[in-house]
């Protein structure tokens, strides 16, 4: 789990500090997570995965690779249509990617105007 917590902290640009704060908890904590010393509480699963953007199944690895491919895909088109400065473009296919995963960070990042990734 602290390599899945690790990859998604790092894909959304978020510190250990941040997540920490969102969570009510210290950094120390989220470190020991990721190095593996130490495992999430479990009532904290829930606002974990809604803050990295995935399910609790996926940050226990279940499902990962299939919902990574769907989340590339969009971060591809969103290139594309980026490149395009195809704004309503981006809106309408950010609007599907929070459709589909609902609070995925960057897709939230995206549809607010972060045109630029």
């Given at each position: 789990m602290g390599a899945i917590i690790i990859r998604l902290r790092k894909k959304h640009d978020?510190?250990?500090?941040?997540?920490a704060e969102y969570l009510g908890i210290s950094f120390q904590a989220v470190s020991k997570w990721e190095n593996g010393t130490a495992f999430p509480d479990i009532t904290l699963i829930p606002a974990l995965a809604n803050f990295l953007g995935v399910t609790a199944d996926e940050l226990f690895g279940i499902g990962v690779q299939?919902?990574?491919?769907?989340?590339d895909e969009y971060e591809r088109e969103y290139a594309r249509l980026s490149s395009l400065g195809?704004?309503?473009g981006i809106i309408a296919l950010m609007r599907g990617g929070l459709e589909q995963f609902p609070k995925h960070y960057r897709f939230m990042l995206y549809l607010a105007g972060g045109w630029a990734g």
């Open positions: 978020v510190t250990q500090e941040k997540l299939e919902n990574q491919r769907k989340v195809d704004i309503k």
